[in-house]
Structures are given as C-alpha cells and as structure tokens.
C-alpha cells in the first residue's frame, strides 16, 4: 500500500542549505533570473515587431490616425526646436570665435558651426529634446490606455490596438523627426550667423566662406538618417514600454521614466554607432 505525499518543490529554497553554500547559490539565481528577464524582455520586444509588422496590413485604421499624430509629434514641437536650436548654434559661434587664437583664419567659425550642428548637435539635441516631450507623453497615453483597459476594449470591438495606437505614432516620428531636424539644423546656422556677424568681429564674407567650404551632400543625408533613426527609437521604445504598463498611477510614471531614460541611451548609441560606421564617408 503506497502512501500519498504532498509534492515538494524542485528549487529548494536558499535557507534549507547548509550555511556556508547560500551565498554561492544566492549568487548563481541571482544571475539565472537576471538572464532569464533578459530572454524574457528580447522575446517580448521581438513579438511586439511582429505585431507592429502585422499592424502594417491595416491602413484604413492607423493611416487618419499617423495624420493626428504627425501632428502632436511634429508642428505642436516646432516652437521648442526653434528655441533649443537657436540657443545652440549662438553659443556654437560665440565660444569657437573666443577660442580660437591670434593668426586663424575667421571663416574656421562658420565651417565648425556647420560641422557642428548639421552632424552632430542638430539631430543629437532635438532626438534627446523630444524624447521628453514626445516620447513621455506616448509612454503615459498608451500606459494609461492600458490601465484604465481602454486597449482591452479596443480588442472587444475588433480593433487591432497596436495597428491603431503604435504604427500611427511610429511613422509620424519618422516622418516628422526629419523634418524638425532640417528646422533645427537651419535655425541653427542662422543664429550662429547674427550671433558671428553682430556680436563678434566676423564679417559675413568670412562665415559664408566657412559655411561652404568642404560641403558635400552626403552631410544632410547623414544628419536625416540620424534623425529618421531616432524618431524610430522614440516611437518603439516609448511606445513598448507604454504597452507595458502596470496598473495603477504608479505604474504608469514608472514606465514613463524608464521609457525616457532607455530612449534617451539608446539614442546615444545610435549615435555613436552612425558615427562610427559613416565617418569615413563623411571624410571622403
């Protein structure tokens, strides 16, 4: 006659060792659930590209709203790239013209303005800039939506949510994020322009000259490519961790400062990785 026995647990807990083994296995499932959520994460994030790829297949729901959207992500931020633009490419010109010493050629100020914001702060800036306009607020709408279950009831009256909420802001950040970077990187210039003629001993002759000299079409390709990355960087990861969200408003900002913070480090990045891959033909 075969008694029952209650099941027991294949992982014994941590304090059923002997004391001097727990710290060696407190350590081994530390590293086995870290590497565990990072499967879990890489999974998660590669399902929701097949569902946005998916979404793709569904034009009469997210094509009016990517047109609201482009709105929200592009016209409602132009007042603050003029701004951050117009900041920067003064102070660019300003601190270049007093760095510089005796027996330099002056037209240097208009060429590393140039350099300086078409490559690299034009797009850098606004990416980092609207990700806390932008992406916050994508983070904490669709966080939201999904707390107050607003996406469980668009799953109840047919509606896929990701081809109505996601694909929409996905293109209009990657339509709008160029744009806004053409903007900044030509108020830019045009401020380090009047900073350099009238508030320094720059003639205009002098920055123009600079402004043109080594100029190649491949440096605005290079800046939108950027930009077109980042605005795509924006709306996936803002969006995912959005989608994500835990209940409660606690969840909901929580999601929203690791959305801002992921972004603004995956940004960097891919900034770093542009650069380093494109260099080369920048230089040719």
Not at 201 to 218: A, E, K
Request: aromatic share 8%; glycine share 10%; proline share 4%.
């Amino acid at each position: 006659m075969t008694g029952t026995r209650p099941s027991q647990s294949i992982t014994r807990e941590t304090q059923a060792y002997p004391v001097v083994q727990r710290a060696s296995i407190r350590f081994f499932r530390r590293i086995t659930r870290y590497w565990i959520n990072v499967f879990r994460d890489v999974g998660q994030r590669t399902y929701f590209l097949r569902d946005i790829g998916r979404g793709f297949g569904d034009p009469a729901t997210y094509v009016p709203e990517t047109i609201r959207q482009m709105k929200n992500i592009g016209v409602d931020s132009v007042p603050l790239t003029v701004i951050v633009a117009a900041f920067i490419g003064g102070v660019i010109a300003l601190q270049t013209r007093y760095q510089l010493f005796a027996g330099v050629e002056l037209s240097i100020i208009g060429l590393a303005s140039r350099l300086m914001i078409v490559l690299e702060l034009g797009p850098l800036l606004t990416g980092l800039v609207l990700t806390g306009r932008v992406g916050g607020r994508m983070a904490a709408e669709i966080g939201t939506m999904r707390v107050t279950e607003q996406i469980d009831a668009l799953e109840t009256l047919a509606y896929d949510p990701v081809a109505f909420l996601i694909v929409p802001r996905l293109l209009a950040a990657i339509l709008m994020l160029p744009t806004l970077v053409v903007l900044a990187d030509g108020i830019g210039l045009c401020s380090a322009y009047v900073v350099s003629v009238h508030f320094t001993d720059v003639s205009p002759s002098d920055f123009i000259t600079g402004l043109r000299l080594g100029f190649g079409t491949f440096q605005v390709v290079y800046s939108l490519l950027k930009a077109t990355m980042f605005g795509a960087a924006i709306a996936l990861v803002c969006s995912y961790e959005g989608y994500i969200s835990e209940a409660g408003a606690e969840g909901v900002g929580r999601s929203t400062a690791r959305a801002v913070v992921i972004t603004s480090v995956t940004i960097l990045v891919l900034d770093a990785l542009t650069a380093g891959v494109l260099a080369p033909f920048l230089q040719t």
